[in-house]
């Protein structure tokens, strides 16, 4: 798919993960992934390099035609000016293309349909980039199965381990 990562889904030894969103998957059925840039002022840039972010209780919003990360957390960076700090909690501007805008803009009309921030990293080149997924929310049950699949793969991964 034209907005999934080429590692599909597998970590990229280039790529510095500076904060992740755990409870995503958990919380949401997550239907396809899409990589995005992100509009950051100077001291946001050098406070995600210190990695001390939170994408947890954030969200993508649609504004316009454009798309926007709400709630994410970046510190103020200590060593800059007053005057040079940014706020810690504002809405950022999010990178894509027009047909991958119109696409999740679509994807987020449907009812029940969300975007959701999986984790925020600089790639190879050094560029700060969000990887949002386009999530359901999942019911209680939907949780309680989800739950009872990990403790199994865990629990076979140790008798695995435990007969060589």
Known sequence: MAGKNKNNGKSDPNNKTVAQNRRARFDYFIEDVVEAGIMLTGTEVKSLRSGQASVSESYAGVEGSEIFLINAYIPEYNKAHVKMQHEV????????????????????????????PLSIYFNSRGIAKVELGIATGKKQHDKRETEKKRDWQREKARVMRERG
Request: net charge positive.
């Open 89 to 116: 909690r504002r809405p950022r501007k999010l990178l894509l293309h027009k047909n991958q805008m119109s696409r999740l803009i679509g994807a987020v009309n449907r009812k029940g349909t969300t975007l959701i």
